[in-house]
């Protein structure tokens, strides 16, 4: 089985800083993409910012400038440095890894973190 572990999340001050972790352990072969999501009440989960195994990454456009993703592959972990933090992203952000091979069995699938709250005051 395969399980992701987050940290990083907390509470700090529009404009502050914050980074988050996010590892995957278990018997895994390969990995896709990880990425960040997050929720907010009352809301969609929706993504964040992704990176795939050849480092291409994607962002929402309301985190572009501010946030920035990375990864090391030799670790199965990967980072959201989080910078000019606004109270509308607060959320809980879950890490997903997409496309994990496992094994023996080599088959795929994809897993989610349990979540890590994340809370912006004005």
């Known amino acids: 089985q395969v399980q992701l572990v987050e940290s990083g999340g907390g509470l700090v001050q529009a404009g502050g800083s914050l980074r988050l972790s996010c590892a995957a352990s278990?018997?895994?072969?390969?990995?896709?993409?990880m990425g960040w999501y997050r929720q907010a009440p009352g809301k969609q989960r929706e993504l964040v910012a992704t990176?795939?195994?050849?480092?291409?990454?994607n962002y929402a456009d309301s985190v572009k400038g501010r946030f920035t993703i990375s990864r090391d592959n030799a670790k199965n972990t990967v980072y959201l440095q989080m910078n000019s933090l606004k109270p509308e992203d607060t959320a809980v952000y879950y890490c997903?890894?997409?496309?994990?091979?496992?094994?023996?069995?080599?088959?795929?699938?994809?897993?989610w973190g349990q979540g890590t709250q994340v809370t912006v005051s004005s």
């Open positions: 997903s890894a997409e496309r994990v091979r496992t094994i023996p069995s080599l088959r795929i699938n994809d897993y």
């Open positions: 278990g018997r895994i072969l390969s990995i896709n993409a």
């Open positions: 990176m795939n195994s050849g480092d291409s990454t």
